[in-house]
């Protein structure tokens, strides 16, 4: 069993920066695809970046892309995000997310991930 744990998430204004933490235990990361989405008031739960780390493809929505990196540090056993110049838009809760199927690609729908963190809240004030 894979349990995901995220944090760094908090109050920032907007135009700063934040790094996300996705530290997972019960497994090591290998070749799956690694997701982060994110959730506001309201709204759906939304994809925000992913990679598959076994054929490098990176993806990134279009609302962030520019603005947020994805990576990983396998000594930690932790996913990363990167998020730069911050809007009060990305306002919500970020979620990382494990794709165990080993597909090599990497999906946008949250169904398609099997494993789930807690979430951490990011606030970006205008």
């Known amino acids: 069993q894979v349990q995901l744990v995220e944090s760094g998430g908090g109050l920032v204004q907007a135009g700063g920066s934040l790094r996300l933490s996705c530290a997972a235990s019960?497994?090591?990361?290998?070749?799956?695809?690694m997701g982060w989405f994110r959730q506001a008031p309201g709204k759906s739960r939304e994809f925000v970046a992913g990679k598959n780390w076994s054929g490098g493809r990176t993806v990134y929505a279009n609302s962030v892309k520019g603005r947020s990196t994805i990576s990983r540090d396998n000594a930690k056993n932790t996913v990363y995000l990167q998020m730069n110049n911050l809007k009060p838009e990305d306002t919500a809760v970020y979620y990382c997310a494990a794709d165990r199927s080993l597909e090599g690609t990497v999906a946008i729908t949250p169904t398609s991930y099997d494993y789930w963190g807690q979430g951490t809240q990011v606030t970006v004030s205008s």
């Open positions: 019960g497994r090591t990361f290998g070749s799956e695809t």
